[in-house]
Nanobody
Framework: QVQLVESGGDLVQPGGSLRLSCAVS????????VNWYRQAPGKEREWVAS????????YYSDSVKRRFTISRDTAKKTVYLQMVRLKSEDTAVYFC?????????WGQGTQVTVSS
């Protein structure tokens, strides 16, 4: 069983920055690949970024590349999403996801609103 808890969402002005956190609990000896997704009102959930468990490789959607950075603190079992130069179109609920043993686990999400 994997549990994910996101935090860090807030109201921020365009051009601002924010760091989201995803605390991952599960098997104590496991490191998971973690994915960030987001869902804007009236839109489908979309993949944003990933960090792999094996070597920490990172991947980004084109819409956030060079603005968002995914990283992990293995000791704290936490994955971060650092977001800079935020735009209004980044407004969404952000979720982290882990796939383990054939099942997807999702957090409850954290709201990011980019508005002046």
């Amino acid at each position: 069983q994997v549990q994910l808890v996101e935090s860090g969402g807030d109201l921020v002005q365009p051009g601002g920055s924010l760091r989201l956190s995803c605390a991952v609990s599960g098997s104590p000896d496991k490191t998971y690949s973690v994915n960030w997704y987001r869902q804007a009102p009236g839109k489908e959930r979309e993949w944003v970024a990933s960090i792999t468990r094996s070597n920490g490789n990172t991947y980004y959607s084109d819409s956030v590349k060079r603005r968002f950075t995914i990283s992990r603190d293995t000791a704290k079992k936490t994955v971060y999403l650092q977001m800079v130069r935020l735009k209004s179109e980044d407004t969404a609920v952000y979720f982290c996801k882990v796939h383990d043993l054939g099942r997807d686990y999702w957090g409850q999400g954290t709201q990011v609103t980019v508005s002046s």
